[in-house]
């Protein structure tokens, strides 16, 4: 069966021209990029270019960019590093209540450290109001920390309206641009934005790499002690042929985004009408016109997501959902019931995200699959007697 | 072959596939209804008894494939049981016979034994009362 991947906010596939750049720092240039010899200057000088076109992709000085292990990672140094260096200056963080776990959980564990963490309330679209931002600093504030897409139901967040504030209150502004770096046009300067965490995997990249820009005069303590490398800002030998991989996803993204952004936000459209039209009692997650352009995320009542997945997975589509049962937790997505979402809706959501490889005869197919699976499930489903 | 498959059994994803028993029974003499929907997972069960015997049974269900393959399950070993033998079908048993659950899906076992027992509390309380 041919399979269908609508998961691109989970991983893209890495692109062939991706993988083509990285294979010569597995073998001929090997080097570690603190040699001196050849060999090490060879690797150094390549990672130097990564860097660059890095920092070209989002109006930055190669300077500011720290490569890291991967999103998380750089989401953990971001609010790690600025409040164990600002706990003279204060210990209050503001964040939203939908934000990505490696934000979240960051600041779980600064509470238990003594720092105190404002969790700002989204609107019915999942938006973060700027208004909420600017009431909730003290004078004991040291970050705000707020995502600039959101990876569940792709609502873009008025990032460049609360880096004003932030730039008027001097404090520092953190975003996770996991979902938009690549997707949609990122610049540091018109955001506004001091730390701005990336990943490579989301756009065609490697895994296990990725980036945090920190704005020159930024402080924040290192993120690993033992060498030189970063700046000295994070210790480790660098994850050479990540990197280089990275850089060439990010010309690459540069390359092909505008016309890209186009095409998936016209699939998206199509989706979202077809579903909504063939398939009743289902909403539209997010907001409908400031959201990522590869972003479906719909809540059908009276079903179950992992069902929904399941079922799906039979045909060959790849999808994800928000329900309790698909994760260990047992809990349903924080970000869908910040946003208003019953326990019921945010259990019957279905997450389907586009990317480079997706056909229009593949949105067809799951116009044509899923209505079928849910009237499958809706028979056998005692929620559907009790809503008659 | 699949990650999702890889979580579940042959069996329960043969039951998932091909759910026994789905619906509602007219006139049932004893319904359980459990779970929330705070946890995702609510279960429907009807059963039918004559002289103290299981002869039908049917579910709905709101849930995973985990929650949806214990009731079909459940249902089919329920039938032709009578009361006290019903009584006795644990959540263990439920499992088993779907060839095993992974650990954070046997809760689903747990819902579907519960709605058993509440389908057959209300048919004891009903048929004491009539």
């Not at chain 2, 002289?51 to 039938?79: L, Y």
Request: contains cysteine.
């Amino acid at each position: 069966m041919k399979r269908i991947y609508l998961d691109y906010a989970a991983t893209t596939p890495t692109h062939p021209e991706v993988v083509k750049s990285m294979l010569p720092y597995f073998t001929d240039a090997f080097g570690n990029p603190s040699s001196i010899y050849s060999y090490g200057q060879e690797a150094k000088g390549a990672i130097e270019e990564a860097r660059v076109k890095v920092a070209d992709l989002i109006n930055a000085r190669d300077e500011e960019i720290i490569f890291t292990g991967g999103g998380t990672e750089a989401d953990n140094f971001a609010l790690k590093g600025v409040a164990f260096a600002s706990e003279n200056r204060g210990n209050h963080i503001i964040t939203s209540s939908i934000e990505h776990h490696a934000v979240i959980e960051t600041c779980k564990f600064l509470e238990r450290r003594g720092f105190s963490v404002s969790y700002l309330p989204v609107d019915e679209y999942g938006l973060v109001n700027p208004a909420d931002v600017k009431k909730a600093i003290t004078d004991k504030t040291i970050l705000i920390s707020v995502m600039h897409a959101n990876n569940e139901m792709g609502t873009i967040e008025p990032i460049a309206e609360i880096g004003k504030i932030a730039r008027e209150a001097g404090i520092y502004f953190h975003i996770d641009a996991v979902q938009t770096v690549g997707r949609i046009p990122v610049d540091v300067n018109e955001l506004g934005v001091d730390l701005l965490s990336m990943s490579a995997h989301k756009l065609y990249g490697p895994k296990g790499v990725g980036a945090l820009y920190i704005r020159k005069g930024t402080k924040l303590i290192p993120f690993m002690h033992g060498g030189e490398q970063e700046r000295r800002r994070r210790a480790s030998t660098e994850n050479v042929a990540g990197i280089v991989g990275f850089g060439r996803a990010v010309e690459l993204a540069q390359q092909e985004m505008s016309d890209e952004a186009e095409r998936l936000t016209y699939l998206r459209a199509q989706l979202i009408k077809g579903l909504l039209e063939r398939i009743d009692h289902t909403r539209l997650n997010g907001h409908p016109v400031n959201r990522l352009p590869n972003n479906v995320n719909i809540s059908v009542d009276y079903v179950e997501g992992e069902s929904m997945l399941l079922n799906l997975d039979l045909e060959g589509i790849c999808a994800s959902t928000g329900s309790a049962c698909s994760s260990s937790s047992l809990e349903s997505s924080h970000v869908l019931l910040a946003m208003g979402l019953s326990p019921e809706q945010a259990h019957g959501s279905l997450r389907l995200t586009l990317g480079k490889w997706t056909t229009r005869e593949e949105i067809e197919q799951v116009l044509d699959v899923l209505p079928r699976i849910v009237a499958k499930l809706r028979a056998m489903s005692p929620l559907l007697k009790s809503h008659r | 072959m699949h990650d999702l498959w890889s979580l579940y059994s042959e069996k329960v994803m043969e039951h998932f596939k091909n759910p026994r028993n789905v619906g509602e029974i007219d006139n049932p003499d004893g319904i359980g209804h459990v779970g929330n929907p705070v946890c995702g997972d609510i279960m429907e069960l009807y059963i039918k008894v004559s002289d103290g015997t299981i002869v039908d049974a049917k579910f709905k269900t709101f849930g995973c494939g985990a929650a949806i393959a214990t009731s079909s399950m459940v249902t089919e070993m329920v039938k032709g049981k009578s009361i006290g033998e019903a009584l006795e079908i644990s959540n263990r048993a439920v499992a088993e016979a779907l060839d095993g659950l992974p650990p954070i899906k046997m809760h689903c076992s747990v819902l579907a034994e519960e709605a058993l027992k509440s389908a057959i509390e209300d048919y004891l309380i009903k048929s004491k009362g009539g």
